[in-house]
């Protein structure tokens, strides 16, 4: 258990609705991360958070958005989902997001869009 | 634009044998990398890191080499134990961007 919680498990919408997923990093960790893994490809960095600002963005399209709440829980928010958006969203954290810090993952979520 | 690269999609290898994972990458900026490991339903989890700085790192049966001449990297695992039997991403980073390559899934088989 890395202690990174994400919420829900599994997602099945609908292609033009909007989900948000949740992430709750580990006590003490001001960073988060989140990256998405489609089939059969490598995750791919979305973008990352500290202590509530935006630190770095990553392959984000523009009906993704995130942020991260005084409480350093994170949300990622999807927009006008497309059938390509059906993947695995990992959240990650680190305790002050630097590049060579370790991050731990959540376990993920899994979103279907049908 | 897959800049970080594992070309095996599997791997499979008898327990107490050598497992030998590639990766190769394109940007020659990158100054970080690491090996991560996946069980089933689990997110990734660290595993061995280096230095660009450095060709080699050991951390028990993990030792990672780094040929930045060629641009690649390898992860070795020895002895392999069926409990390593797992997907294995590399990750290289550059400054605040992280990239990861799609994964090599490692049978070890009893």
């Known amino acids: 258990d890395s202690g990174v919680t994400q919420t829900p498990k599994h997602l099945i919408t609908a292609t033009g609705q909007r989900v948000t997923l949740r992430c709750s990093p580990r006590?003490?960790?001001?960073?988060v991360y989140w990256y998405q893994q489609s089939l059969d490809q490598g995750l791919q960095f979305l973008i990352q958070?500290?202590?509530?600002?935006?630190?770095a963005k990553g392959n984000i399209l523009e009906r993704f958005s995130a942020q991260q709440f005084p409480d350093l829980h994170s949300e990622l928010n999807l927009s006008s989902l497309e059938l390509g958006d059906s993947a695995l969203y990992f959240c990650?954290?680190?305790?002050?997001?630097?590049?060579?810090?370790?991050?731990?993952f959540g376990p993920g979520t899994r979103l279907l869009v049908l | 634009d897959q800049q970080v690269k594992q070309n095996s999609p599997s791997l499979s290898v008898q327990e107490g044998r050598i497992s030998i994972l590639n990766c190769d990458y394109t940007?020659?900026?990158?100054?970080?990398f690491l090996w991560y490991k996946k069980y089933p339903a689990e997110g990734p989890t660290f595993l061995i890191s280096?230095?660009?700085?450095?060709d080699k790192n050991e951390d028990g049966r993990f030792t990672v080499f780094l040929n930045k001449s060629a641009k690649h990297l390898s992860l070795h695992i020895v002895p392999s134990q069926p409990g390593d039997s797992a997907v294995y991403f590399c990750?290289?980073?550059?400054?605040?961007?992280?990239?990861f390559g799609t994964g090599t899934s490692l049978t070890v088989i009893p």
């Open positions: 958070y500290y202590n509530g600002e935006e630190r």
């Open positions: 990650a954290s680190s305790v002050s997001g630097g590049a060579r810090e370790t991050q731990y």
């Open positions: 940007n020659s900026m990158f100054d970080y």
């Open positions: 990750a290289a980073s550059e400054v605040d961007q992280f990239y």
């Open positions: 280096i230095s660009s700085i450095k």
């Open positions: 006590s003490g960790d001001l960073s």
